[in-house]
């Protein structure tokens, strides 16, 4: 049995072995599920050419697509640009918003599609259907007769702007010619005005959104230039095969002056280029990103599950493009497209690790958007001051959260998240021009807003105590109470970061962030020895992860045994039904006490919200969003930071890697570390590290391993190996300490 795909094939032998073995009750069911089994899936197995790949866990395959209006878990294509749901109305570009700020709110604008194209023919039959998980590509095969059809959809990861629609007729083999007709279809749209116009087929549109975020803001305007969609009995002639490319262009003004001129000036452009070029470009530039990643052998649900969560992040966002990632991804207007805490904390680190220059442009997002955060902090009257930034943001960087929500007005750790995500790519690059010139104006920010917004604890005057009241953690369930252990910790790493970076960067520090650090207030109960999650918790359920976040991510030190406590307290008291990303970090935090057995349900646990065929993530077990990335990225932690131990600190990279269950073999492919492009790769007997590439500016590493002591250089292109029975923990550092040669 193929555990994800349900392909079966059983000889009457086996039947026979198998009769042997059980009762004839399981007996009757097992030839049941034989029966439903082969009637719903060996008919109409993959096609050949897609089997290794599909055993790979590159694509993914489905026999009969999920419904598109139904049940959305049908799969998306992608560039962090434009995306858009395979057969859907409607298509997104990122930082396209429409509606008033919280009030409307604002939400991502839906545009009608431009690729939604179906074949009309009675007699077509489906053949099967793939999402190319390395190269960004949606196939659908169909027979009609003797001519074979293949559909293919993708957002071009090069060129940015556009979508592209291909059919494939192939009638080489039929003795008779092929007619093919074609209609699109598309959704209306409530959030944008178009104007249009054809020539030759081509349809030109000028859209504009309806309502700005802020009332003294601008509206969007898009620029669309698409061929029509339609075909009306063309003939492909007998042993002949063609190719029909559809191409859509998109210009936004956040890009443009004249967005229809633009998008007119490239589609002429490709279309008067080698348009057969476009589909080997667009999936080299797949390539490319895929050269970084993480890879499983032993088990194809896993490998999919890991390939499938890249695939929708990436898919989401890019480096030429500044707007940041939503729980929902690129092609759902899930959670309205805004940005939360969620891009940060959960899908950050992954980016980070593998794709730093990806990190830059989330990161960039949060810095044009310090003028929104800095009217988010005034606006409570109640002096504080810096950056404050939203709850949720989109295209203003102002807080967007529904004005029905009470998280826009006490979620504020957000502040925090940020200067974590900034704290961890700056220990993995040690970028100190992009510290000065875009990392520090958000960190000094940061603290300068921390500290505005504490308060005294005045039962000790002679040794004040700082704490910070009114506030919802990330239990979402607790609104509006004092002295969150998240929230208060992540304050606290902030304000001791900026002064490190302060420090770092020849500028004296805000004496009163090393003064508030030191003495912020962190709920811990002495007796039981665990944190509890605020002031007067009284072990009500909880939403999601929360105090089990302070040991990873944001690396607080504390004895095991308060870790275990943490874990065991709030296992037992967190909703079964809540967010995908919750329990990888259970996970992770049984793994790094070294106890696997305990982790590995758990593990298991943290990508079960996956639904196929093509592995779309729901934010809960029974639904929820769809495409919930954010749970892609928790459970992408859980396998990196959690099966390979990986601890970013501020002057080395420590990891205690182990096999992740029933699997062989482990690789963390071109992890990038100053400047560094590094393997771990794992197998039953050793650990082997390997620099596959180096920058001209990157810093010389060592590693070392505690027992039994070991250090030596890292070479590139010469393995390390590391009996696995003796790696414990391995540590990868610069031969010297990079804040004194920074």
């Not at 890009?255 to 667009?282: G, K």
């Not at 953690?473 to 970061?497: G, H, K, M, R, W």
Request: with cysteine.
């Amino acid at each position: 049995i193929n555990q994800q795909h349900k392909y079966i094939q059983v000889t009457s032998e086996e039947m026979m072995m198998m009769a042997n073995l059980l009762s004839c009750r399981r007996m009757m069911m097992v030839m049941c599920m034989v029966v439903m089994m082969e009637g719903a899936n060996t008919q109409n197995p993959p096609p050949d050419d897609w089997a290794d790949r599909i055993a790979q866990g590159q694509m993914l395959y489905a026999y009969i697509e999920p419904n598109v209006t139904t049940s959305g878990l049908q799969a998306t294509v992608g560039n962090g640009y434009v995306a858009t749901q395979i057969g859907a109305g409607f298509q997104y570009i990122a930082g396209v918003f429409n509606g008033l700020n919280s009030v409307g709110p604002s939400h991502r604008a839906i545009i009608p599609a431009t690729t939604a194209i179906t074949i009309q023919s009675s007699s077509l039959s489906p053949v099967g259907s793939a999402l190319d998980l390395e190269y960004g590509v949606f196939y659908r095969r169909s027979k009609d007769g003797e001519t074979s059809i293949e559909q293919r959809w993708y957002a071009h990861r090069e060129i940015k702007n556009i979508i592209v629609h291909e059919i494939d007729v192939d009638n080489s083999v039929s003795s008779s010619s092929y007619s093919l007709s074609t209609t699109s279809s598309s959704s209306v749209s409530d959030d944008i005005t178009i104007t249009s116009k054809e020539a030759n087929r081509i349809i030109y549109s000028m859209a504009t959104t309806l309502i700005s975020e802020e009332p003294s803001g601008s509206t969007i305007d898009i620029g669309i230039v698409y061929d029509d969609g339609t075909i009306d009995q063309e003939i492909v002639e007998a042993g002949d095969r063609v190719t029909y490319v559809f191409l859509t262009v998109l210009v936004t003004s956040i890009e443009s002056d004249d967005p229809l001129d633009s998008a007119s000036s490239l589609f002429s452009s490709l279309s008067s280029s080698n348009l057969s070029s476009l589909l080997p470009s667009h999936k080299q530039a797949w390539q490319e990103l895929w050269t970084s990643g993480i890879e499983v052998e032993g088990d194809l649900n896993l490998a999919a599950a890991i390939n499938s969560s890249l695939y929708y992040i990436l898919s989401s966002v890019r480096d030429d493009w500044f707007f940041s990632l939503s729980p929902g991804g690129l092609a759902s207007n899930g959670y309205n497209g805004h940005t939360f805490w969620d891009c940060e904390t959960w899908m950050f680190p992954t980016i980070s690790l593998f794709y730093p220059d990806i990190a830059t442009s989330i990161l960039q997002y949060r810095y044009n958007n310090i003028p929104g955060a800095e009217i988010k902090a005034a606006s409570y009257n109640l002096g504080y001051k810096g950056t404050m930034y939203p709850w949720e943001s989109a295209y203003t960087g102002q807080e967007v959260c529904p004005s029905s929500a009470s998280t826009g007005i006490y979620e504020q750790h957000i502040t925090g998240d940020i200067a974590v995500a900034i704290k961890q790519y700056y220990s993995t690059t040690m970028n100190k021009t992009w510290m000065q010139e875009i990392g520090w104006p958000i960190v000094q920010g940061i603290a300068t807003f921390w500290s505005s917004r504490v308060s005294v604890n005045s039962s000790s005057p002679s040794s004040p105590v700082y704490e910070i009241l009114g506030v919802t953690p990330p239990d979402e369930y607790a609104v509006n109470i004092n002295n969150s252990v998240y929230t208060n910790t992540v304050a606290q790493i902030a304000l001791t970061f900026a002064t490190r970076v302060a420090n770092i960067l020849g500028i004296t520090p805000d004496p009163l962030w090393e003064t508030i650090s030191n003495s912020m207030y962190i709920p811990y109960d002495h007796n039981r020895s665990f944190h509890p999650e605020f002031d007067g918790y009284e072990g009500q359920i909880i939403k999601q992860a929360d105090v089990v976040l302070l040991p990873y991510p944001l690396g607080v030190a504390m004895d095991d045994s308060v870790i275990m406590n943490d874990l065991e307290y709030y296992s037992n008291r967190t909703d079964a039904n809540g967010p995908a990303m919750t329990w990888g970090m259970h996970a992770l935090g049984y793994l790094s006490l070294n106890q696997p057995e305990k982790a590995e349900p758990l593990f298991k646990r943290a990508y079960a919200n996956i639904q196929q065929p093509f592995n779309i993530w729901t934010e809960t077990p029974t639904g929820g969003t769809t495409n919930f990335i954010t749970g892609a990225g928790g459970f992408l932690q859980s396998v990196w930071a959690g099966y390979a131990g990986i601890r970013i600190v501020d002057e080395a990279i420590n990891l205690t890697p182990i096999l992740p269950p029933s699997c062989s073999f482990f690789r963390l492919r071109k992890m990038q570390y100053l400047g560094s492009l590094i393997d771990v790769s794992v197998n039953a007997t050793s650990v082997e590290l390997l620099i596959q590439q180096q920058a001209e500016t990157a810093m010389p590493l060592i590693y070392s391993i505690a027992l039994p002591f070991e250090k030596a250089n890292l070479t590139v292109g010469v393995p390390v190996y590391i009996n696995a029975a003796d790696a414990g923990l391995i540590t990868i550092q610069p031969y010297s300490p990079p804040s004194l040669s920074s």
